[in-house]
């Protein structure tokens, strides 16, 4: 993804509520040809490939229930998590953009490389890299993305010494990790500091400030941005770290989740105590979007250019980064209970082209689709028993497919 940069100014809050334009009548645009999502189930081994243009439905076979869907650097792929089972497989959606249009190089489906490792739970990807870090033994599972297709190869293990822990990374430009590492400084699976690895597992960087617990990052290629308990830790690609404090309202809340944006240190955290913020990691800023109590989740389109707000209520808000304004809301699901049970809870996924959010709902077996410009437009798919994941894959091009 190209980096923008948004002026700093930019980031002062506007007025919530509905703009002008979202009154004025608007022509929804069909969704891109060479995009669709892939959709894991709850209950069977089930993957559900459909695209919206084409309105079609595809069904492969993947090793295990209950997978988690995540979109590759690339766009071309999709990782399917098998936390629990201690396995990691891809998804070819066979797409491949090429300049200003989308080749379709081969038919869609499972490739054949895995990746086995001890409770692989947060995945990142950026460029052609794939990485997982596996919590039971605080490991590393790396391949490149052209393995994907290879007949037999296996994602490699990356031991960094690293003591087991809930763990995450981040990727630069320059192909170096950003890890977390546990001290063993406060209790529980939460690391507490973040070193940087080159792809070898060697040291380049060491951890410079220690924390009350990390959970939650994203990345822009420069800067790696974590949740913490102690503030946002930034970490740098040259191996600089810093600390910005979250709002005096917050008390002891922090942002347990971290989004990126199309805009270059600009990056956006959320709490379901406090809602939504725009974080601005040179200016050290951190401006309300959304403020919200009983907030779900959010997700970015694929362009990084706006923010979706699920709310346990089915409502759901849109924000255009760039202006901070509201560009459309409308209640897309059933009222729904925020899930317990971890990592195994199911509750619904949502991705988002730049023109239309998919969401998953799992007590009826739908995808709900909807167009961003009309959330009250909204169309349901029956995919499976109990849609469970969903990751957006393939890619925005005007030109047909090749």
């Not at 799992?362 to 167009?371: E, M, R, S």
Request: aromatic content about 8%; hydrophobic content about 35%.
């Amino acid at each position: 993804m190209i980096k923008k940069i948004i002026p700093i100014g930019l980031l002062v809050v506007g007025t919530l509520g509905c703009s002008e334009e979202n009154e004025k009548p608007q022509t929804e645009a069909e969704e891109f040809e060479g995009i669709g999502v892939l959709i894991s189930d709850a209950e069977s081994q089930d993957l559900h490939w459909y695209n919206h243009h084409h309105q079609s439905q595809e069904t492969f076979t993947s090793k295990h229930a209950k997978s988690r869907i995540y979109r590759t650097g690339t766009g071309r792929y999709a990782a399917i998590i098998h936390r629990d089972e201690n396995l990691v497989e891809y998804f070819d959606s066979g797409l491949e953009l090429h300049g200003n249009h989308v080749d379709e190089l081969r038919e869609s489906g499972v490739g054949p490389m895995i990746g086995e490792g001890a409770k692989p739970t947060h995945f990142k990807s950026s460029h052609d890299l794939l990485l997982a870090f596996n919590d039971e033994d605080g490991t590393l599972l790396m391949a490149d993305e052209a393995d994907i297709s290879e007949n037999g190869a296996k994602m490699t293990v990356l031991d960094v010494g690293l003591i087991p822990h809930h763990g995450a990374m981040a990727i630069f430009d320059n192909g170096n990790i950003a890890v977390t590492k546990k001290t063993g400084d406060i209790e529980g699976s939460l690391p507490e500091q973040v070193q940087i690895i080159d792809q070898t597992g060697a040291l380049t960087h060491e951890a410079k400030i220690t924390t009350n617990g990390i959970h939650g990052n994203a990345s822009d290629g420069n800067h790696a941005v974590f949740g913490s308990a102690s503030g946002i830790l930034v970490v740098n690609q040259d191996g600089t770290q810093k600390l910005i404090d979250h709002p005096d309202s917050f008390g002891d809340s922090w942002f347990g989740s971290i989004l990126s944006t199309q805009f270059e240190g600009v990056f956006v955290g959320y709490t379901s105590d406090h809602g939504v913020y725009l974080i601005n990691v040179d200016s050290e800023t951190i401006s309300p979007l959304f403020t919200y109590s009983g907030l779900f989740r959010c997700a970015m389109d694929v362009n990084g250019s706006h923010v979706l707000i699920l709310l346990e209520t089915g409502m759901l808000h849109v924000f255009d980064v760039f202006d901070q304004t509201e560009t459309a809301s409308g209640t897309v699901i059933s009222a729904f209970e925020k899930p317990s049970g971890g990592h195994g809870a199911i509750y619904p996924s949502i991705a988002a082209s730049s023109r239309y959010v998919y969401i998953t709902d799992p007590d009826n077996g739908q995808l709900v689709i909807a167009n961003l410009q009309n959330l009250q437009n909204i169309e349901k798919v029956s995919v499976s028993s109990k849609p469970y994941s969903l990751g957006l894959v393939g890619h925005e091009s005007e030109v047909g497919l090749h």
